[in-house]
């Protein structure tokens, strides 16, 4: 059975311009994350692993070249349609959880699928699955206060996951947490995407989790390298 292009690009670069001067983050980058596939993106920092994932999650825009997502050209998507395509096809993941603070882990589930018009009902009922299946139903009603760091980033991730996201854009997912705790929040999240599906791109600098994925894709002064 064929599967899914999620992301592809063609000669994408991105440049930026600043006080005269220019600095070139993204030289011509041509990549293909299928669905089913998760996919390592690996680099020193500064190697323009960020700039990737904020164009291919529509949050910036690039110098030069193409992007499709899920097949639609991006340069050709209003700011409605990239808004759009952000909260229904894509969900984010980043270093740190960003979690709302004055909300319950339940609760910071539950908003994103309410922003994108479900029922609070079905909303709630998901967001429960989610977190028991992240191995948090005893922390349904915490606040991100009273959350280890492992357990925030579980939340995170299940929030990401909670509008049925296709392709989830993971920077730096496990960064800020130790070993033990991200090896287990890495397997956690791993598992989810396989269970339904999904696409996944993962920056990371932990060769040991990403030689875990199915693909390893690395960036060198701004240009990306596939094996």
Known sequence: MSKDILIQTRGLSRT??????SLTVLQNADIEIYSGEIV???????????TLLHMVGLLDTPTAGSLE???????????????????DFIGFIYQFHYLLPEFTALENVVIPQLIAGVKENVAEMRAKEILA??????????RPARLSGGEQQRVAIARA???????????????????????????????????????????????????????????????????
């Open 161 to 227: 996951l909670a509008n049925e996201a296709k392709l989830i854009l993971a920077d730096e997912p496990t960064g800020n947490l130790d070993p033990e705790t991200a090896e287990e929040v890495f397997d956690l999240l791993i598992g989810l995407v396989r269970e339904q599906g999904m696409g996944a791109l993962i920056a990371t600098h932990n060769m040991d989790l990403a030689e875990q994925m199915d693909r390893i894709l690395e960036l060198k002064a701004g240009r990306v390298l596939g094996y």
């Open 40 to 50: 390592a993106l690996v680099g020193p920092s500064g190697s323009g692993k960020s």
């Open 16 to 21: 930026y311009h600043q006080a005269g001067q």
């Open 69 to 87: 997502v899920n097949y639609q050209d991006a340069a050709k998507m209003s700011e409605k349609q990239r808004t759009q395509m952000r909260r």
């Open 133 to 142: 299946d992240l191995k948090l139903d005893h922390r349904f009603d915490h």
